[in-house]
């Protein structure tokens, strides 16, 4: 019986041993959360409120001792990034080094440029004719003018090239009818392989998709021994 109850003993007290581990790792977890949080809001002072930082890997003070985080996840509703303005921001990075100047292993990022920016950047780029205007039409980027009174729309396909976007012409549609651009008395070569580049892009991180919404532009960027 004697042997039985200190067997107990050890138990409880390993137990309350391994609580106390979990509830200190807990809070280690919680600050190096709440420091990456602020990092970022220093990084970005556009952005007030709503940054989030998720620290992943099953306990953190290893991580801390080894000086590399497994993987760390930073979302936020809204930020400006050298003058573009970004929506729905969400950063997945691994190994990301906490001392010495390392680089990260692998970053994954996607954020919603809206669609104003977007027609505005590529009007910029584009040599449309008079009285064409680049709108959002129908779910897709659309050059809309009348010819002789008939409303034409030149679909505008985007293309991720690792540092830049291309802007292409998809197709046309004259009064509800696929047309050959051959058809159309309008100069739309300006609507023809114009190349976006994307030199903001930190030398490690590539453009991997774009896809037009509702919404705006979802771009999605990656990369690998990013330095910081």
């Known amino acids: 019986m004697r042997r039985l109850r200190?067997?107990?003993?050890?138990?409880?007290?390993?137990?309350?041993?391994?609580?106390?581990?979990?509830?200190?790792?807990?809070?280690?977890?919680?600050?190096?959360?709440?420091?990456?949080?602020?990092?970022?809001?220093?990084?970005?002072?556009?952005?007030?409120?709503?940054?989030?930082?998720?620290?992943?890997?099953?306990?953190?003070?290893?991580?801390?001792?080894?000086?590399?985080?497994?993987?760390?996840t930073v979302t936020a509703p809204e930020a400006v990034v050298d003058g573009v303005a970004l929506a729905d921001v969400r950063i997945e990075a691994t190994g990301v080094p906490i001392?010495?100047?390392?680089?990260?292993?692998?970053?994954?990022?996607?954020?919603?440029?809206?669609?104003?920016?977007?027609?505005?950047?590529?009007?910029?780029?584009?040599?449309?004719?008079?009285?064409?205007?680049?709108?959002?039409?129908?779910?897709?980027i659309a050059a809309v003018a009348n010819v002789l009174g008939v409303p034409l729309e030149a679909y505008v396909a985007l293309a991720a090239e690792p540092r830049a976007i291309v802007v292409d012409l998809d197709r046309l549609?004259?009064?509800?009818?696929?047309?050959?651009?051959?058809?159309?008395p309008l100069d739309l070569d300006g609507l023809l392989s114009t190349v976006v580049d994307l030199e903001v892009l930190p030398p490690a991180v590539e453009l991997t998709s774009v896809e037009v919404t509702p919404a705006g532009v979802v771009v999605e960027l990656a990369g690998n021994d990013v330095e910081l």
């Open 173 to 184: 549609v004259l009064g509800g009818a696929t047309v050959d651009p051959d058809d159309v």
């Open 99 to 140: 001392r010495g100047e390392r680089a990260i292993a692998s970053v994954h990022a996607t954020g919603t440029v809206p669609i104003e920016t977007v027609l505005a950047a590529v009007e910029r780029r584009v040599r449309l004719p008079d009285g064409v205007t680049l709108e959002l039409h129908e779910g897709e």
């Open 6 to 72: 200190s067997a107990l003993a050890v138990l409880v007290a390993l137990g309350l041993l391994a609580g106390a581990a979990w509830l200190a790792d807990g809070w280690v977890r919680s600050e190096v959360e709440s420091r990456i949080e602020t990092a970022v809001l220093a990084e970005l002072p556009e952005i007030e409120s709503g940054v989030e930082a998720r620290l992943g890997g099953t306990f953190a003070i290893p991580q801390l001792v080894a000086g590399r985080l497994d993987d760390v």
